[in-house]
């Protein structure tokens, strides 16, 4: 990927109107640089990935303007996710002269008069390949085919996909996230035998979250996350606590103990919503129309937060649900206004376009790649230099690797095993991406059968940002928590992190000022005091995982080599400084590394 300052022809730089900082009227530079290789190309077929905000939308309409005046194409056809994305689309082409029809049905047969094409849905071509067939070879057709990757979902998409479009004499794909969690092929996407023999598909122009983020084109995004301790009872009646994300407990616990969390019963969710309400009034501070937006697993969870949330400001949240037909409309009504928070099931994680969505709590089980960085995706959209985004999320292994892996380009590759699971990035999914994106009726009502939420309480746990953490732990409403939360709305990524390690700095040294006049007001126990422990073992754990995971190197060879550092036995015989000790120089290792 080149980085190259901006420029080109003349274009509104990104939908809606509001384009990040020195881009317009100008494309942007990957867009120009794209557009270049495709028009010295003219490819029958052409992949372009691009991270979620970057202006894929723009571009696309760029090379439908050129194809069109060039006499190449009399039609286009746009392929969406959702009928949601169908009437965004036919808006953004609208703003450029090319007349869409969004509204389009497979019953009416042709579309509207004065308009040159079509959007539809995947669904809509997949029922009727032959009838959008049969209109794709009546003209000469381009093709854009949004967030791509879900043609390969069912072989009956896929399948219908490749008969509806197989005549286009042009398709254009998309995507921002072009892995997928499963092996099945993505249509008209070229794969690539790798050094292993491993098919992976090969994108023409790629343009990933790191350039973007360079070239000030999408926000830094700081992940707040929060631990705390959960109980809850087995369906078996044995009550169970354990330490949200927790490194040395087993799956099971993890997940049930993820699920307590989002119990809007506990407490653990309404000092998250909280937290991150005081954070969107200090972004509100300097971007004064910033909103947030409440991921939630199911229509239950998703009322009951917005309940909460009215009572934390006094204000009633937008709330989008997937049976409610006005979804697309107070979409588009939040988007314009500048009401403080939304709250949507997971259908709203991919493609809504919000650009003023700055504040974010992932209050869903879902941990695929997949639909992780598309969730991420909502919050990226840079409007102007400086806009920064915050995502608080539950401290779980899961989502912590998803995380500090923000900036990792990655492909969809085929031949892989079914359960391959080793960088905890390409497992496979529980169900389909379309039905990651709507209410899971059926498995979610199975999975919160199987425990009771007891109790919940939240603590504030570390900031990830660009591969590092960040942060001592605190109580909510603590020192420790707030010098996170008034971090300024308004900071460039490298001001982020010096921000970050200067307050953790200061964390640091408040906390060993404290630390004497503590030791000198209590008497040391006669006998260690074995839950403390314990919790610094898993403590030390968490860490140590969290700093495997950054750096590739095994547990075992960081345990080893802090034992070096820090002298002591194994963590096992360790005593209660010589835990510490080792936590420390952690701490230090994650300052000192960029």
Known sequence: MTETLFGGPTLPPAYPERAAWGTAPKLRAWQQEALDLYLKNSPRDFLAVATPGAGKTTFALRIASTLIDSGAVNRVTIVAPTDHLKRQWADAAARVGIAIDPNFKNSDGQHGRGFIGVAVTYAQVASKPLLHRAKTEAARTLVILDEIHHGGEALSWG??????????????????????????????????????????????????????LRD???????????????????????????????????????????????????????????????????????????????????????????????????????????????????????????????????????????????????????????FFAQAVGRFVRARKRGE???????????????????????????????????????????????????????????????????????SFDRVLFDGGEFGTGGEVGSDDELDFLGIPGLLDAEQVGTLLRQRQHEQLNRKNRKAPAAAAESQAPLVPDHRMLMDLRNELAKNVAAWSARTGTPHGVVHTKLRTVCGGPPVAQANEEQLKSRLRKLQDWFVGRK
């Open 159 to 212: 399948d219908g996909l490749r008969e509806a479009f197989d005549p286009a004499v042009r398709r254009l794909s998309l995507t921002g996230t072009p892995f997928r969690s499963d092996t099945s092929p993505i249509p008209f996407v070229e794969y690539a035998e790798d050094r292993d023999g491993i098919r992976r598909s090969k994108a023409d122009y790629t343009y990933g979250y790191g350039n973007a």
């Open 216 to 370: 000030h084109v999408v926000r830094p995004v700081m992940f707040m996350a929060y631990s705390g301790q959960m109980r809850w009872r087995t369906s078996a009646g044995e009550e169970m606590a354990a330490s949200l994300g927790e490194a040395a407990v087993t799956k099971d616990i993890t997940s049930h103990a993820w699920r307590t969390a989002l119990n809007p019963a506990g407490e653990w969710i309404p000092a998250v919503l909280a937290g991150a309400d005081k954070r969107l009034s200090e972004v509100r501070r300097t971007v004064p129309d910033a909103g947030g937006l409440v991921i939630a697993t199911d229509h239950e969870d998703a009322r009951a937060y917005a309940g909460q949330l009215k009572r934390i400001t006094g204000e009633s949240p937008t709330v989008i649900l997937s049976d409610d037909a006005k979804a697309s409309s107070k979409i588009e009504e939040f988007s314009a206004g500048d009401k403080r928070w939304m709250v949507a099931v997971r259908m709203v994680s991919e493609g809504v376009d919000v650009p003023r969505l700055s504040v974010g709590v992932y209050a869903t089980s879902t941990s695929t790649p997949l």
């Open 388 to 458: 920064t985004a915050s995502v608080f999320l539950p401290s779980v292994p899961q989502l912590m690797a998803l995380a500090n892996s923000m900036e990792m380009e990655r492909d969809h590759a085929l031949d892989r095993p079914e359960k391959e699971d080793g960088d905890g990035l390409f497992n496979p999914e529980d169900s389909l991406m379309e039905e990651a994106n709507r209410e899971e009726k059926a498995s979610d009502s199975l999975t919160k059968g199987k425990f009771e939420a007891l109790d919940s309480q939240a």
